[in-house]
């Protein structure tokens, strides 16, 4: 290490104050992180690209400051879908600064992990208080019927409206009106349970109309609607 001739002419003075970092809680326990090593924790972290175009969430189960588990969700864009491909076979067994210095192909995946380092490191996270934190696997809690993410679609404008397509029940197929016109319910098709029934041997028509529901006040409308083409 250099140093400058005005340093190398100071005396030196005792340093004091020397007590290390302040403790943040991780999976139960108050820890003082010196090296990534000490960091453990299941977060998420939610990040956008340059155009704002496409978001993604991205969930990591980290143990003793390497990633175990990853989860990554995109929305908006269909390359950002082969970006979190790629994303999801480089982040397990990475050491968390590793990830955060790696190119995780889309630059919303690599701000999501920019947001999710700084939960980690500062005890943000959703097993800060947990006693041993999660299981690998936990974060697939997060998905619904089938391992599907869970996706909220609304399309509206002033002239015609707000159209429901998709809700965390499903695929939106109809939505119920009242006599003026407002929206009341909808139908909705469950399509991770019916993909996972089909495959179980349910014959596709028997699956569908099974896994058909309804929410709100849909029963006894003054009209239905096709949210898609009407």
Known sequence: MNFTHEVERMCCVAKGANHGPAPIPEEGRWVKAYDIKDISGLSHGVGGCAP???ACKLTLNVKNGIIQEALVETLGCSGMT??????????PGKTLLE??????????INVA??????????GRTQTAFSE???????????????????VGTIFSTSEKGVRYLEMAEGYILSVALDDNNEAIGYKFIRVGKMLEDIKKGVSPDEAYK?????????????????????
């Open 99 to 108: 990830a955060l210095n790696t190119d995780l192909v889309c630059d919303a």
């Open 52 to 54: 704002q175009q496409g």
């Open 210 to 230: 099974n896994n058909i529901g309804t929410y709100g006040r849909y029963d006894g409308a003054s009209k239905y609607i096709d949210p898609r083409n009407e």
């Open 132 to 150: 041993d934190g999660l299981p690998v696997g936990a974060s697939l809690e997060d998905l619904g019927k089938g391992l599907r993410s869970q």
């Open 82 to 91: 082969h970006s979190a491909a790629m994303a999801g076979e480089i982040l």
């Open 113 to 122: 992990m920019r947001e999710i380092f700084e939960q980690l490191v500062y």
